[in-house]
């Protein structure tokens, strides 16, 4: 017998050896657990504000490390060409939508497992409202969305465009493969269906190109033209200092770009205290080198987004 063979321990000896194993394991638990609550306390106590900077100065060094960009503004629409308490304010439009929004919900039903997940569902029900009457008061023909993800903005654009009447048509961009039979992405999200199947569902297929690409990429090799472009994809302030003058170069004259997750002056827009830097970060180095840009922030809207609020994130980039 080797010295080493546990099955040569009495087991008296072997119970003890179990008992301190147990014990040891459940003081390494403990530790590890008690590191968690300490690190969830300290996150707790550093004030929001301090965060906030914290997230500035990292974005502002990540944009630093990239070289500047020509950005031409010519084929935005000026801002003089844009009311938006009209396009939100719309009686017709107001109408409209209490007779297109339970088929919207309906077809972003949950899949019934994951009713309660905290998943990442896409813009907002207030945000999704305010995308439907500005496709239908701007009355794109062509619409790029870069962000895809559930489709639910997708949805309401298609919605609206169909609304239009004009035969629109679009192409969504998401640097994953939102539709990927194997890898089923939209279950992760608390979603039933592939974004694919709730479009074809709404009787949208027929509108909608899916492409799998980086909108960086996208937009390099891009040959096509479009009225209208929805960026909610990357936040990163390096990717969307390269993603706009590359988006405005994708339009027709006159087109129109929408921002989401735009903090304007950098401050807060909910309770949560928590901003996204990046898109408001990167349109201020573009704007201080030059381009031509006005931003245009919804603000408030009409109709409630999140939580106990009206305030949403999106903004239109216009020509000033
Ligand atoms: C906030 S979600 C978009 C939500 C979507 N508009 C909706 O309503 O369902 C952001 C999406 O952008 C995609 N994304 C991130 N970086 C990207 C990039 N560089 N190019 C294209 N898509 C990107 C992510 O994979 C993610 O699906």
Redesign the pocket.
């Known amino acids: 017998m080797g010295t080493n063979d546990i099955s040569a321990l009495q087991p008296a000896a072997l119970s003890k050896v179990h008992r301190f194993y147990k014990i040891l394991m459940d003081n390494v638990n403990t530790m590890k657990s008690l590191e968690k609550t300490a690190k969830r306390a300290l996150k707790g106590i550093i004030p929001a504000g301090l965060k906030r900077d914290r997230k500035i100065r990292l974005a502002r060094r990540l944009l630093g490390q990239i070289s500047q960009q020509t950005c031409r503004s010519k084929p935005l629409l000026p801002s003089s060409a844009i009311d938006l308490h009209a396009i939100l304010h719309n009686r017709d439009r107001i109408s409209e939508w209490s007779g297109i929004e339970a088929k919207l919900s309906e077809l972003m039903a949950m899949a019934p497992s994951a009713a309660q997940s905290d998943g ?4 907002n029900p207030g ?2 409202r305010a995308i439907y009457h500005l496709i239908r008061a701007l009355n794109p023909k062509t619409v790029l ?11 309401h654009i298609a919605a609206a465009l169909e609304a239009n009447g004009s035969n629109g048509r679009i192409t969504t ?4 493969d ?1 539709n990927d039979p194997n890898d089923q ?1 939209w279950k992760g ?1 608390g979603q039933a269906y592939a ?1 694919r199947d709730m479009l074809a569902a709404g009787g949208y297929g027929e509108m909608i190109s899916f492409v799998a ?6 937009l390099s090799d891009c040959k096509n033209k479009f009225d209208f472009i ?1 960026l ?5 302030a390096d ?1 969307v200092y390269q ?1 706009v003058p590359k988006a405005i170069a994708a339009l027709n004259e006159d087109g129109v770009i929408l921002l ?2 735009f903090y304007a002056g950098l401050t807060f827009l909910w309770d949560n205290k928590k901003i996204i830097p990046g898109p408001c970060i990167a349109i201020e180095r573009l704007c201080n080198e030059g381009a031509a840009l006005e931003v245009i922030p919804f603000g408030a809207l009409p109709w409630p987004t999140k939580g106990d609020s009206h305030m949403t994130s999106l903004a239109l980039l216009v020509r000033k």
Request: aromatic share 8%.
């Open positions: 990442n569902r896409g813009v945000d999704q969305e870069v962000g895809t993800n559930v489709g639910f903005s997708t949805l961009v998401d640097i994953t939102v992405p999200c974004p690409q980086s909108s960086l990429e996208y929805f909610d994809g990357s936040h990163d990717i993603e989401h997750d």
